[in-house]
């Protein structure tokens, strides 16, 4: 006998919705409300068939979709369903605490009774213009770490060729080490010529360099220098071409000020606050508060309370691209000086350890964001003594208290 589908009453609120499941090949939607009859229908990825699912979804007067995020083939559908309905992107991990059958139909049909309900919390979806944000921000880091890669690679085949330029020159991508790698691709043997490049202000002797560049060097070993020397070239004219990109992108957007904004928090320069803007926005009206934003990246400690004890709280999972982001940032802001958030670094470090303390710092910073983004405001530094002078003032408190219950009658300075 087949198996009746659960028929729990639940409380309407949205009067016609449907429920897609996506998969790379097949989508499965699932139309159900007042007025239509619960109908269930199989489109294919293409375009042309999405346009079919789109309009058979019009001519039934539907208003509101759920899509379960699904790698990225959800992006697809979103992208020709989003102008014509209210969608909500559910992620997966919350429909696994949802109880009910797993098949695809099944799926299609339980996120459609979900959605009239009311039960499902839909994920953070910014603008079409923030997302394209997004794309350019995430590549260009992307190619950053490339880029550094590849500039490992030279230091790894300068010292298979036992050229120990490293030891002598603080920086492989200096001028004097750029000199004399670009020499020596061009076959430059002459230990005594590549001497002459170096600069005036080096600390290393015209000996050490000399006995540096003594090496074994073989053709194989300059080729694979050629090579990764342009490989960087590459990626250093992708990435002027991105920043160009998104400096325009920013400009169309009105979203010069909110930038020049987030550039005065400490820590924060021109292109962190791109990286932020893409991540989160401008409207800061789609986070409740600025509790909300910080435990969506994936910077605030978790509940985990059992019989009135509460045990280990781990910051939870979010938004790995801004939680990198803000990271970076408040590793900038441990280079200030006198500035609030390096005290609160300073304050937490030696007794939480450095990481905490980084993430304690990150999620100051986020806060602030989320204010300045949403006051059209500056940040309002609080100066490096704040923190002293706020534990000076409870400890005064305390002190008093103490002296009071001794019975001293204590007169304070106004």
């Given at each position: 006998?087949?198996?009746k589908e659960n028929t ?62 699904t790698g990225v083939y ?341």
């Amino acid at each position: 006998m087949a198996k009746k589908e659960n028929t729990v009453e639940f409380e309407q609120v949205i009067e016609r919705g449907c429920g897609i499941d996506v998969h790379k090949k097949t989508i499965i939607a699932t139309i159900r409300g007042q007025g239509i009859k619960l109908e269930t229908r199989e489109y294919d990825g293409f375009t042309e068939s999405l346009e079919k699912l789109k309009y058979w979804l019009k001519y039934k007067k539907v208003t509101h979709i759920v899509i379960e995020s699904t790698g990225v083939y959800w992006k697809p559908v979103f992208n020709i369903l989003e102008e014509d309905f209210e969608i909500l992107l559910v992620n997966a991990s919350h429909l696994k605490s949802i109880p009910g059958d797993k098949t695809d139909r099944k799926d299609s049909k339980r996120l459609s009774k979900l959605l009239l309900a009311g039960l499902l919390r839909g994920s953070f979806i910014p603008s079409k213009s923030i997302r394209d944000l997004r794309d350019l921000t995430r590549y260009k880091k992307k190619l950053i770490e490339q880029k550094a890669s590849e500039k490992n690679r030279v230091y790894k085949f300068l010292e298979d060729a036992n050229i120990k330029l490293s030891s002598v020159v603080s920086n492989l991508s200096g001028a004097t080490a750029t000199k004399i790698i670009d020499a020596i691709i061009e076959g430059q043997e002459n230990v005594d010529e590549l001497v002459k490049l170096r600069h005036g202000k080096m600390n290393a002797s015209i000996e050490e360099l000399a006995s540096a560049l003594t090496g074994k060097l073989t053709d194989h070993h300059r080729f694979m220098l050629k090579m990764i020397k342009q490989s960087i070239r590459d990626k250093e004219a992708l990435i002027n071409e991105l920043d160009a990109e998104i400096e325009k992108l920013i400009k169309e957007n009105e979203m010069e000020l909110d930038s020049e904004l987030l550039s005065t928090i400490p820590g924060v320069d021109k292109d962190s606050a791109a990286s932020i803007l893409a991540e989160i926005g401008n409207d800061m009206s789609q986070f409740p508060d600025e509790h909300h934003l910080a435990s969506w990246a994936g910077l605030s400690p978790g509940n985990n309370e059992s019989a009135g004890k509460k045990k280990g709280e781990r910051i939870t999972q979010g938004d790995k691209w801004l939680k990198a982001i803000i990271v970076e940032c408040a590793w900038g802001a441990t280079r200030t000086k006198n500035t609030y958030l390096r005290s609160k670094y300073d304050s937490l470090a030696g007794r939480r350890g450095k990481k905490k303390a980084l993430i304690a710092v990150g999620h100051k910073i986020l806060k602030a964001a989320y204010f300045i983004l949403k006051n059209k405001e500056t940040y309002k530094e609080l100066g490096g003594d704040y923190l002293d002078k706020k534990t000076k003032e409870k400890q005064i408190k305390r002190h008093l208290q103490q002296l009071r219950k001794l019975g001293v009658d204590v007169e304070t300075a106004a």
